[in-house]
């Protein structure tokens, strides 16, 4: 139950992703101390949008305080589909690189799936492919999302019950609501996904346990949307680190509730690096 000076729990991702980051890193050491191999991740970017270029540079550092080398690959906004897809084939085929992300958004005259569908699934670390995507829906063994799957590593620590939870997703993009609702769905919770077109948003999020909040809209998820005691994820980063849910009105309702920034970003970039060490394991392993 919450009360009028309700304040919720913060589930903090820093700390988590910082404890992930570390053990990415000796498991980094150990592969090159055995075996000579640095795993190594490529980051494409293309055109000049400035936080995606941030985002970039964020997981680059990280990137090199886990020990993991970093490639960059920056194309201009002109790029075309197949130019595009040519440098991920290239990268795919490349045996010193070995996880690959194409930071979204691309500019509006590329395809966008053609171009991650070029990246090799044994490289796919940012679990945006198809086949990435399969391996989540049917359960098995695969590279997650990381936004989705840094939630999911959120919700376990912080013991959130999710079996027979009733979670409500709004947003469907294919690099976040979507996957977030088939990873609860895995964890026997009850799903509603909800979007743009969807009616009564208010009364439906009034319903739910769990709400992962991806609209890419500041603040618009209001504190009297929610049902006392929510456990509430803000999965949004839109520009001045604002998240799609209001974060002073939710607290007083909410039992839990992720700050932006400090929630799930740093998990995202933390799933990153973890699914790159394990990527170039796999493909030592195979070498
Ligand atoms: N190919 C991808 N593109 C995008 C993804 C993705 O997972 N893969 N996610 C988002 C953006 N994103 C990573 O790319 C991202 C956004 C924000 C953060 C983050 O850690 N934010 C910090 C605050 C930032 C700051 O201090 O300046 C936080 O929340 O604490 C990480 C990753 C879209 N594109």
Redesign the pocket.
């Known amino acids: 139950m919450t009360s009028d000076n309700n304040t919720a729990r913060p589930m903090i991702?820093?700390d988590l992703a910082a404890d992930m980051v570390a053990q990415a890193a000796v498991r980094a050491k150990k592969l090159q101390d055995e075996t000579g191999v640095q795993p190594c991740l490529a980051a494409v970017l293309v055109g000049d949008d400035p936080a995606?270029a941030?985002?970039?540079r964020?997981?680059q550092n990280r990137s090199k305080k886990a020990g993991i080398g970093s490639v960059s690959v920056v194309l201009p906004a002109s790029t075309t589909t197949e130019e595009l897809v040519a440098e991920l084939t290239r990268l795919s085929n490349d045996p010193t690189v070995h996880g690959i992300?194409?930071?979204?958004?691309v500019p509006a005259q590329i395809d966008e799936r053609a171009a991650f569908e070029a990246i090799a699934p044994a490289k796919d670390v940012?679990g945006?492919t198809m086949h990435s995507f399969a391996a989540m829906a049917f359960g098995e063994p695969g590279f997650r999302?990381?936004?989705p799957g840094g939630i999911l590593r959120l919700l376990q620590t912080y013991d959130v019950p999710l079996s027979g939870a009733h979670a409500v997703v709004i947003g469907r993009s294919p690099?976040?609501g979507k996957p977030a609702g088939m990873l609860l769905l895995a964890s026997n919770a009850t799903v509603t996904y909800t979007h743009s077109r969807t009616k009564g948003l208010p009364a439906l999020v009034r319903q739910a346990d769990i709400v992962v909040a991806a609209v890419g809209k500041p603040n618009f998820v209001r504190g009297e949307w929610l049902k006392p005691g929510a456990v509430v994820v803000d999965a949004g980063?839109n520009e001045g680190?604002v998240g799609d849910v209001h974060a002073e009105e939710a607290a007083a309702v909410a039992s839990l509730l992720t700050p932006?920034?400090?929630?799930?970003?740093?998990m995202?970039?933390a799933l990153?690096l973890e699914q790159t060490v394990d990527a170039a394991e796999a493909q030592n392993a195979r070498s």
């Not at 992300?101 to 958004?105: K, S």
């Open positions: 991702g820093t995606s941030t985002y970039v964020m997981k992300l194409l930071q979204h958004p940012d945006v999302s990381c936004t690099i976040l980063y680190n932006v920034p400090g929630g799930v970003g740093p995202t970039i990153l």
